[in-house]
């Protein structure tokens, strides 16, 4: 067997610097070579400067800052481009900047997939403190999330912690039409057409606070919700007649979440995001706008 490559960490860090430099020191104790902060924050390097300041000044992390909030998706891509540049052949540890490795868990991950050659990601199960996750199954026909697959669904692994082989993976791991939420079921979806490219390690290797970032619940919560579904949509469905079958499925999901939250949280916000959550998937995002016009003015820290 040839040499196990070594494992670089890669976590996206959003206005976040005590979360972030905690999931940054659980990788270092876990033999991580090096650590990159994907800095998203967009906030004149304040952020940045005080991740630095609780990290202090070890050689083993870079922080890079984006020229504006890329996103987790294009994040990700930038931040894998990165580590392919300053560290060739090394895999890839992805993980949620509000998650913590816990002991052992790089080893083990790093071991399951050296024995699986032709996987191109490992993945463990994931604590979020009420429940445990593992392998999430999508349901393309209405957007339904489940542990178990049910008819049209496809597997895929949470974003939250992703072991990559940077040598069978390739460039540009998600797709960037996706600002949050969404792209690691598109993933997981082009991914299960290949048998054992994704790598189950069914222990509990992370312990993860959960949309520490986003808010659950928010109005920007519940917009990028929205738009994921719809996208997903788009993503999924193979022609005019597949797209609106799951359209129209989505609809009636959307519009049904949408009325359950308001009832259960007393607000009008969720119908609020259901109509944001349209537009921005129709195209008229802001954001995504905005990063793509200074996605290659990156500034190092």
């Known amino acids: 067997m040839s040499e196990v490559p070594v494992i670089v960490g890669l976590t996206l860090n959003f206005r976040d610097a005590q979360r972030s430099a905690a999931c940054v020191q659980s990788l270092l104790v876990e033999g991580a070579a ?4 994907w800095d998203n924050s967009d906030d004149q390097r304040e952020s940045a400067r005080a991740l630095r300041t609780a990290i202090g000044a070890d050689p083993r992390v870079s922080i890079e800052i984006s020229p504006a909030n890329l996103g987790f998706a294009a994040g990700v891509n930038r931040g894998m481009d990165w580590i392919a540049q300053h560290h060739a052949g090394a895999w890839v540890l992805l993980i949620n900047n509000d998650a913590r490795l816990v002991p052992g868990a790089l080893p083990a991950l790093r071991g399951a997939l050296a024995q699986h050659p032709e996987a191109k990601l490992a993945y463990p199960d994931i604590d979020h403190g009420d429940r445990t996750s593992g392998t999430v199954y999508y349901q393309r026909w209405f957007g339904l999330l489940s542990a178990h697959p049910l008819p049209g669904s496809d597997p895929h692994a949470s974003g939250c912690c992703l072991l990559f082989n940077t040598a069978l993976i390739g460039p540009d791991v998600f ?4 600002f949050m939420y969404g792209e690691d079921a598109e993933l997981g979806c082009r991914l299960s057409r290949e048998p054992g490219a994704m790598l189950h390690v069914p222990v509990v290797w992370v312990r993860h606070d959960g949309s520490a970032s986003s808010g659950l619940g928010t109005p920007f919560y519940e917009a990028r919700m929205v738009t ?14 597949g797209y609106g079958s799951l359209l129209l499925g989505r609809t009636a999901m959307l519009g049904a979440r949408a009325l359950v939250r308001a009832l259960r949280y007393r607000s009008l ?6 109509r944001q959550g349209w537009r921005l ?12 016009l200074g996605m290659s003015q990156n500034r190092r820290l």
């Open 228 to 241: 994921a579904h719809l996208i997903l949509a788009r993503k999924l469905s193979s022609g005019a007649i």
């Open 269 to 274: 916000e969720p119908l609020r995001a259901l």
């Open 34 to 37: 090096h650590v990159l902060v």
């Open 175 to 178: 797709d960037e039409d996706f």
């Open 281 to 292: 998937a129709q195209g008229a995002d802001p954001l995504l706008r905005q990063a793509r």
